[in-house]
């Protein structure tokens, strides 16, 4: 069984109240927060290594960023995923999520042969969830988002997807493109014994030319969505700090409560 | 593209067989992009199996228009059924802007329609408008809140966005307003064999005041540990309100389920009251709550970032603090 | 310029993933209930930890002292009980994986890989640095060992799997005592753990005495040669022990600097955080140059283990350094945080007692400084 994981290398979600943007450039300041893999695209690997565990097979990573996300890919190469392969290039700068989608699809179908597809549902930093759907679409694949449960018989899934206050299931067959959520599963911890091998592993970086994109799909040109102005939220505010004895303070909410119409 | 102004569409979402409250708030949202310029009347897009009577529902809450799509195949959401159906209606009416729930289903639903039609999806807006030059401007969270970016989709229509429930006001019924109801079929399903097979849905009993319908969202975080968490149940109940949790406070184990979860990965909520406590105010959870009405905190830690956005705050231990204002308030209702 | 490959970088931080998530969160209970979580040797087993300087062919990941000195580090910055813990199986790993025969690297080294708790024992209840003078017998009996006595302070002696212990089995041409090594497999008939210590600091691991009554082992357990117990205890302390002390008491180090910077940004004083003050500034400065300078010289020893090179010296320094710098620390970043120094909701009096107990482990500081002496003398 040939299984793709899908992963993307995003600030840290620990140091998110660090970021901010610049009143004069309008621009991120993101400085000083180190990269790690989107923490959900490690539940993926982790779903991958299992079912290759079961059934056979290999396990291959790919990512769309920049040069400098090789770190992260062999980190994932330690986790115990087979073989990598990075998808970078200055055009693809800016890329939206359909327009990242494009260039995944891509770099999978040159690839080639795989029986499944997996993703994380949705990255720390943007949030969206659409690339599991879009990817799926994009390769003609079916495809599911938010998996948390994820049974292989013979060549068909059974899969439950997350809904609010429950579950849905599903059945399919391979090959399909799945988005996981991180019920699925607690991805492993990484032995030395990983990290040992992770450089030996078969490491591939492909570019624009590489995947025979045409430069107008992909990139800022390719999206359908433009990014704007950055800002930060408005709270307005009054920051009213209630001093006394823990009962003067109490006295006061009981008031603010009975303001609000919450307490008779 | 077509030389008239198309409409603003809002895809109506089922739970079980009742419209859900988000539906409803993306209808007050699409008659004023309508009215800023955005579209020339409100749709509402109805897909499911004996589910016509909804449609008046939609109309008094704000649409123009209901498409009503009924098929026992579009029975379970399933999402290539309805992107196949949903697609098809699009290129048929040509809408300006169409709005989905940021739902599980309407954010896989609006990404497959998107992909399908090569158009813009802006995911999880908090805020949509029309500017000056008639461009939408849909503002979309990132870094888990902390910075608000706005997208646009000059290029391509319709312009397709998500937004999560709670995020815009729901708008009140008008029981005298009318509306057409238009009958359209899944016929672009004849000779459709799906990959996949929707076979169940398995919902929880909702609990009886959900978190984001709550008057007061009593909500704790860190700060108030294992031992005082009853205590915020407690005063949930006195005020009538539902206890809401930050994601440390889920982690431990300490929120019943994660029906509470208030933040990017949970509910966003806007009670009248908010009381926080042992917060200290991630990114993550104040994208969940900020549009509350009045907001007090209770924190040990005097620089805890959740005090900038609170209309009150206090520097106390959260588990020590509870138990004195729930006798405040004991004190208070026997007077 | 000290630096770290990438690999060592990923390494870090993988041993990180695993320590902040799994062993951070039980260290102040494992010290305030003074015991040793046992299943957790099993997990850090899977990952590579217990044989991290081992050849692959035995188990082990196959990398160096560095790795090693990584490892603690990462681990003694959460809970340096856990840490000495394992520098102590290191010390039984090491001395077999130096000395012992094919026969025995092949039959104990991929157990010790895989979780069985491994030590050293040497100290007796007459001293520990009394080497020669230690008073459990050897004696051969029809081709077998008989071994009796007793041995204390020995960390792991509660839940040892495989015991590298010396005993005095003669004397040799000129009288003096000969003492030699053994392998003891831990539920070998009359091995028995005696006493349990009560210790003021790195709990989290068992300190004991180990009770030998009789035991009979066969001479394959004979490690090394008869007469080799000097070289093998001694080496093993020397070369493994103390460069494993003092990168878990690194951990401690790093553990004042971080602990002392995040209290003094949250703790307000005066309206301000106290970190706006200069003379906590003064203590945070010292803490930051403390923990280069011991980074400095515990990977600059285990650099010098790892490329062949005579470091006795270097490893004494290092430990001799960071064990006393661990103690300045914590007790420094106490005065910082003043009365929250004290209680148990902060982890800093844990450190200071953690760096004070790891004083005597692997010879005090004043043995590493008639060793460090006597290397200058003899030159």
Request: aromatic share 6%; with cysteine.
């Amino acid at each position: 069984m040939k299984i793709a994981v899908c992963i993307k290398p995003v600030p840290d979600p620990n140091h998110y109240n660090k970021i901010t943007v610049n009143p004069e450039t309008k621009l991120l300041e993101r400085k000083g927060i180190p990269m790690v893999i989107n923490p959900v695209d490690k539940n993926a690997i982790e779903a991958a290594l299992q079912l290759k565990e079961q059934a056979g097979g290999k396990v291959v990573l790919v990512s769309m960023a920049p040069p400098d996300a090789r770190e992260k890919l062999t980190e994932g190469l330690a986790m115990g995923a087979d073989e990598a392969f990075l998808l970078s290039d200055r055009a693809f700068a800016g890329s939206d999520t359909l327009a990242t989608a494009r260039v995944l699809a891509a770099g999978l179908k040159k690839i080639g042969g795989f029986d499944l597809i997996l993703a994380g549902a949705e990255s720390a930093d943007s949030g969206t969830s659409h690339i599991p759907s879009q990817l799926g679409e994009l390769m003609g694949l079916p495809h599911l988002n938010h998996l948390i449960e994820l049974n292989l018989e013979a060549a068909s899934l059974k899969m439950k997807t997350k809904i609010e206050y429950g579950y849905a299931e599903y059945e399919g067959n391979l090959p399909m493109v799945l988005g996981v959520a991180k019920e699925i599963n607690k991805p492993r911890y990484t032995t030395l014994m990983g990290v040992v091998a992770a450089r030996n592993k078969p490491f591939t970086i492909w570019g624009l030319d590489e995947l025979e994109l045409d430069p107008a799909s992909t990139g800022l040109a390719g999206s359908p969505t433009q990014p704007g102005e950055l800002h930060l939220p408005r709270h307005g505010r009054k920051a009213e700090l209630l001093e006394g004895e823990p009962g003067d303070i109490a006295g006061k909410i009981v008031a603010i409560l009975r303001a609000a119409g919450v307490l008779v | 593209m077509p030389e008239r102004l198309g409409a603003v569409w809002v895809i109506a979402e089922l739970t079980g067989n009742r419209l859900t409250e988000v539906s409803l708030e993306l209808l007050g949202k699409a008659r004023a992009l309508a009215a800023q310029g955005g579209g020339s009347h409100t749709s509402a897009v109805l897909m499911g199996n004996d589910t016509g009577s909804l449609a008046e529902e939609l109309i008094v809450h704000g649409a123009d228009r209901v498409f009503l799509i009924e098929d026992p195949r579009l029975a379970l959401y399933q999402n290539d059924l309805h992107a196949f159906v949903l697609a098809d209606l699009i290129k048929k009416h040509h809408p300006e802007i169409v709005l989905f729930a940021a739902s599980y289903c309407g954010s896989e639903l609006s990404a497959t329609v998107a992909a399908r039609l090569g158009t813009g999806l802006a995911a999880h807006c908090t805020d949509l408008r029309i500017d000056d030059r008639g461009e939408l401007v849909q503002v979309v969270p990132a870094f888990g809140g902390t910075v608000l970016g706005d997208i646009f989709c000059r290029e391509t229509r319709p312009r397709m966005a998500s937004v999560k429930p709670g995020i815009f006001p729901k708008p009140e019924r008008e029981a005298t307003r009318t509306g057409e109801v238009i009958k359209e079929t899944a016929a672009v399903l004849e000779g459709y064999k799906s990959p996949l097979k929707a076979v169940r849905i398995v919902r929880r009993q909702p609990p009886e005041l959900p978190l984001e319908k709550a008057p007061a969202v009593v909500a704790g975080g860190w700060g108030v540990g294992a031992e005082g968490w009853h205590f915020l149940e407690k005063l949930a109940g006195e005020l009538g309100g539902a206890v809401g949790c930050t994601r440390p406070a889920l982690d431990e184990g300490w929120a019943q389920s994660e029906d509470a979860l208030i933040g990017t990965s949970g509910k966003t909520v806007r009670p009248r009251i908010y009381l926080g406590f042992g917060i200290s105010g991630s990114a993550h959870h104040i994208v969940g709550m900020k549009d509350s009405g009045v907001v007090i905190n209770i924190n040990q830690d005097p620089d805890a970032p959740v005090f900038r956005i609170s209309d009150y705050g206090a520097v106390a231990d959260a588990k020590e603090f509870l138990p004195v204002l729930l006798e405040k308030i004991r004190e208070h209702k026997e007077e | 310029m000290l630096r770290h490959s990438e690999n060592q970088v990923l390494l870090r931080k993988v041993v990180r993933d695993f320590v902040e998530q799994e062993i951070a969160p039980m260290a102040h209970k494992i010290d305030e209930e003074d015991t040793c979580p046992v299943e957790l040797f099993q997990k850090t087993a899977q990952l590579g930890f217990n044989g991290v300087f081992v050849p692959a062919e035995y188990g082990g990941a196959g990398l160096g002292y560095t790795e090693m000195a990584i490892v603690l580090e990462e681990i003694g910055r959460h809970s340096a009980g856990l840490a000495v813990g394992l520098v102590a199986h290191y010390m039984g790993v090491y001395a077999i994986m130096t000395w012992g025969s094919d026969e025995q690297k092949q039959k104990y080294l991929p157990l010790l890989c895989s979780g069985s708790f491994g030590g050293l024992s040497i100290t007796e209840p007459g001293g520990g640095s009394d080497f020669a003078g230690q008073k459990t017998i050897g004696q051969p009996v029809g081709g077998e060992w008989i071994l009796n006595g007793r041995k204390c302070f020995i960390t792991n002696s509660h839940c040892m799997g495989v015991n590298v212990l010396t005993a005095r089995t003669g004397e040799d041409d000129k009288g003096r005592p000969q003492i030699s090594a053994f392998i003891i497999e831990g539920d070998t008939p009359g091995h028995k753990p005696g006493r349990k210590e009560k210790k003021a600091g790195l709990r989290g691991s068992y300190t004991g005495e180990i009770i030998l009554d009789n035991v009979r082992l066969p001479q394959e357990n004979l490690l090394g040669k008869p007469g080799d117990g000097a070289k093998i205890g001694l080496g093993t302390l020397g070369e493994m022990g103390r460069g494993g002390t003092a990168a878990a008491a690194l951990g401690i180090v790093r553990g004042c600097l971080e602990e002392s910077v995040k209290y003094a940004k949250e703790r307000i004083i005066y309206g301000k955080p106290l970190a706006k003050l200069t003379n906590i500034q003064f203590l945070i400065a010292q803490n930051r140059t403390d923990y280069e300078a011991a980074r400095l010289l515990t990977y600059n020893a285990a650099g010098m283990k790892d490329a062949g090179k005579p470091c006795a010296s270097e490893l004494s320094i290092a430990k001799y350094f960071v064990v006393e710098t661990a103690v300045k620390a914590a007790k420094r970043t106490m005065d910082l945080m003043g009365g929250y120094g004290v209680i148990s909701d902060y982890p800093v009096n844990r450190y200071l007692r953690d760096a004070v107990a790891a004083i005597p482990a692997c010879g005090t500081s004043h043995i590493m400084q008639v060793i460090i002496a006597g290397g200058e003398l003899r030159k």
